[in-house]
C-alpha cells in the first residue's frame, strides 16, 4: 500500500491541471485565489511524493517517469495561461510587465525542454546521475513556485494596493529566471563533455 501513495500524489498533480484550468478561467472574484490555491496543492504533492518515495524506499519506474513529466506540464500550463492573461489585460500594469513575463516564461520553458533533453541523452550514456537536481536547481524551482502562485491570485486589494502582488511576483519570477539559467548552463557544461563525435552519432542513431 505504502508503495502506491507517491504514485498516486504524482497522478493527482495530473488531475489538478485541468481543475486549475477551469478556476483560472472562471470569471469570479474568488477564482483567482481558487486557482492559486490548486496550484500551491499541486506543489505540494511533488514535494510529498519524492520525500515520500524516499523515506518509504518505494520509489518506482513509473513514479520517475511520471513525476517530472507532472511537473513540466503544470508549469508550462501555468505559465502559458498567465501569459496569455497578462497580454490580455496589460493596460492595467505598467508597460512591459507582460513582455518581461512573456520573456521569463519563454526561458523557463526552454530550460525545461534542454535540460529533458540532456538528462535523457546522459541517462542513455550511462551518465544520468552527472546532471540531477542541484541546488541551484531546487531554489530555482522553489522561488518560480512562489512567483507563479502569486501572479496567479495577483489580488489587487490585499495589505497594499496598486498590484503589488502581481509585481512582486515578477520580480520573484526575475530571480528565478536568473536562476533557471544558471542552472541550465551548469548541466551544459557537464554534459558538453560527453558530447564527443561518437556519442553524437549514437544520438543520431
Keep these: ?41 499541486a506543489c505540494f504533492t511533488d514535494l510529498l511524493d519524492g520525500y515520500l518515495a524516499r523515506k518509504w524506499k518505494v520509489c518506482s519506474k513509473f513514479g520517475a517517469f511520471l513525476d517530472p513529466v507532472a511537473d513540466k506540464i503544470m508549469v508550462c500550463v501555468a505559465l502559458v495561461m498567465l501569459v496569455g492573461w497578462f497580454s490580455a489585460h496589460k493596460d492595467d500594469y505598467y508597460p512591459g510587465f507582460s513582455i518581461i513575463l512573456t520573456i521569463c516564461s519563454v526561458i523557463i520553458i526552454s530550460r525545461e525542454i ?18 540531477a537536481v542541484s541546488w541551484v536547481g531546487k531554489w530555482k524551482t522553489a522561488i ?55 556519442a553524437g552519432q549514437a544520438s543520431k542513431d
Excluded: C
Aim: zero cysteines; hydrophobic letters at 60%; charged letters at 15%.
Design 144 to 198: 518560480q513556485m512562489m512567483a507563479i502562485a502569486g501572479l496567479i491570485w495577483r489580488d489587487k486589494e490585499l495589505i497594499f494596493r496598486d498590484n503589488w502582488m502581481a509585481n512582486l511576483s515578477l520580480l520573484l519570477m526575475l530571480v528565478a529566471t536568473s536562476l533557471t539559467i544558471w542552472s541550465m548552463v551548469s548541466y551544459l557544461i557537464v554534459g558538453i563533455k560527453y558530447m564527443d563525435d561518437d
Design 1 to 41: 500500500m505504502l508503495k502506491k501513495i507517491p504514485n498516486v500524489l504524482t497522478l493527482l498533480r495530473v488531475f489538478l491541471i485541468p481543475v486549475y484550468i477551469i478556476f483560472f478561467l472562471l470569471p469570479n472574484e474568488w477564482s483567482n485565489l481558487a486557482a492559486a490555491f490548486v496550484f500551491v496543492i
Design 114 to 131: 534542454v535540460i529533458s533533453a540532456l538528462r535523457e541523452w546522459m541517462a542513455e550514456i550511462g551518465k544520468r546521475g552527472l546532471v
